[in-house]
């Protein structure tokens, strides 16, 4: 009798075994496929940048300067940029991060930036 309930249990075990091995290869695939992303967005960002400064637009200087000013919007110099909300064109009231439409009246709204989601 004993032995049978051990093995229920080994069962059980093998099986959440089983489980955390293929959630962790499924997190492992995806951390390598956002850092695949992240490494192709660096990659197209420092192409863009080098274009620009090859054409005399930009110098180093005003593209840190840019980056300083750009993130300090949100109110925190984090290396970070927060959408933050959106004014509505059409009445003026604020819209949640992300929103496509405004609460309020429903019109459209665009993300505060292009890239923004
Ligand atoms: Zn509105």
Known sequence: MWDFFQEIQLNDLRKRQSDVESATRGARFDRESVEH??????????SLY????????????????????????????????????????????????GALNCPQCGATVAPKYPFAP
């Open 50 to 97: 080098e274009i620009l400064r090859e054409k005399g637009g930009v110098s180093d200087e005003e593209l840190r300067r840019k980056v300083r000013e750009i993130d300090a919007r949100d109110g925190s110099a984090d290396q970070r940029m927060a959408p933050g909300p959106v004014t509505c064109p059409k009445c003026g009231a604020a819209t949640t991060a």
């Open 37 to 46: 992303r992240l490494e192709k967005l660096e990659l197209v960002c420092q």
